[in-house]
């Protein structure tokens, strides 16, 4: 096992610091169905955190879960080292925790450029009346977050569609513009809800490679959902496996790939 | 110049200017409709109980003097004093505020994600309660409303037509202000959803509930907002056709004519709205002036439903709304 109280350093170099988030014995039911049960993890800073299962096992619920869109029944959320009360998503999204969907949510009827500044509202504080006079700090502010915004368009290479509305574009690039309102956010933590979901195998490499690059270039850290354990393996620093609503596996890939209930649950056990 | 193309010429005008009337109206659905999906059918009565109030508190009537002389007896009518009419105007303001909040607070919020059908019957009983509110509040009597904005003919107009054509136009000056007002109404309504974070909220959030959470926006605040707009754009209805007619129940009805604006400009656009306010406006008064005269007159009350109609049937989207685009 690694050494976790200090934090760790990866295979490739990267150091990992402390805990930003920790999940204490989250139990998730809907009305008599369980979806998750007694889980604990936690996420460090700057790592890529996977949580990985088959199909129904409770993965998108416990990402719902960390950006608020669930409330459990038990258990507690702590982050950056203070028990979080129950919040409504937008709030959580305030304190810094971006997040992308599934089945993409995005302003299809607003342009590429707009969707990625609504990502930007935590950054906005000057005043309607200031905003109005466009004068002074509202001016700045509108300025700096123009310029974070390109910089981000830029490394996701979307310079080429800014002002297409995002209705028009394909599925890949959708799912690459949710990407960048997200890291506009400037997010402590970005959640990905499977960001390969639907992808041909061109643009899941391309998805890998700007998951990585948010990563190292940002120092993001990233938590992620997906279903494909080929991507995940390669991607992630630690991952979490859960079916059923249980948590059954819990390390560096390496020894995820080797834990015998893991494999069990990706490739059925022989019951006699 | 022959007579009947002058003629025509001052019944446009007239039409562009009761166009901007409609186009008030019409703006206030487009603000509610576009940022929640809501079909407001209390939009004419808001314009209503915003003009009763402000009549109301400038006079200084004691609300609901009915109620409480009936239950206690007492005699009370009037506190005594008038309110000037800009200070009356911020106070009624505050009360369309107030009013929003109730709404999104005690309505619709707990009707999050319900069938379009659902939301539209609710906005029906809003209407029936907020007319019968505006009554017990400020009684049901025809009211005066002056907060000062000149009235009656034109004569700069009247004496430079006259000069041309021989023929003076008769352009109302009320009807000028309303266009003014209106413009500017319009352009500041769409710097603010253009360029101001609020305004960029207000159409995430007419987009997509879940992003726009994601995003750190809450509904709750966005919808008020939307709805205290609404209210302020039924405010300057109310004031501009409460000036023209007095304030009286059947303000509520130009609700009405709004649909067909609608259905012309589009649900979805403010620019629409504006457009399909005139194009109504200047229609019905061409109409009636071309042709009602061979046909019995009182075309006007129902030419711009069969136009909206017209539209229906080749042009559902209206002049400016959304393509409606089916993926298969």
Known sequence: ??????????????????????????????????????????????????????????????????????????????????????????????????????????????????????????????????????????????????????????????????????????????????LARALAAEPSILLLDEPMAGMNVEEKEDMSRFILDVNDEFGTTIALIEHDMGVVMDLSDRVVVMDYGKKIGDGTPDEVRNNQDVIDAYLGVAHD | MPEQLIWGTEVVLNGLMAGVLYALVALGFVLIYKASGIFNYAQGVMALFAALTLVGIMEGQVPFSHLINAVFGTEVHHFGWHVPALLAILLTMVVMVVLAWAVNTLIFRHLVNQEPIILFMATIGLAYFLEGFGDIMWGSDIKKMDVGLPQGINLAIDDFTFNIFDYGFFIDNLDLVATAIAAALVFSLIVFAQYTKQGRAMRAVADDHQAALSVGISLNFIWVMVWSLAGFVALVAGIMWGTKSGVQFSLSLIALKALPVLMLGGFTSIPGAIVGGLLIGVGEKLFEFAIGSMIGGATENWFAYVLALLFLVFRPQGLFGEKIIERV
């Open chain 1, 1 to 178: 096992m690694l050494d976790m109280s200090q934090g760790y350093t990866t295979e490739d170099g990267r150091k990992i610091g402390g805990v930003v988030m920790e999940m204490k014995h989250i139990t998730l039911r809907f009305g008599g169905v369980v979806a998750i049960q007694d889980i604990s993890f936690d996420i460090r800073e700057g790592e890529i955190r996977a949580i990985i299962g088959p199909n129904g096992a409770g993965k998108s619920s416990m990402l719902n879960v960390i950006s608020g869109f669930y409330n459990p029944q038990e258990g507690e959320v702590w982050y950056k080292g203070a028990l979080r009360p129950p919040m409504k998503p937008y709030q959580v999204a305030r304190q810094g925790i971006a997040r992308t969907f599934q089945n993409i949510a995005l302003f299809e009827g607003m342009t590429v450029l707009d969707n990625v500044m609504t990502g930007r509202i935590r950054q906005m504080d000057a005043g309607l009346m200031a905003q109005a006079l466009w004068k002074g700090r509202a001016e700045r502010e509108e300025v700096e977050n123009r310029e974070a915004v390109e910089k981000i368009i830029d490394f996701l290479e979307i310079q080429h569609i800014r002002k297409t509305p995002v209705g028009r574009l394909p599925y890949g690039l959708k799912k690459r513009v949710e």
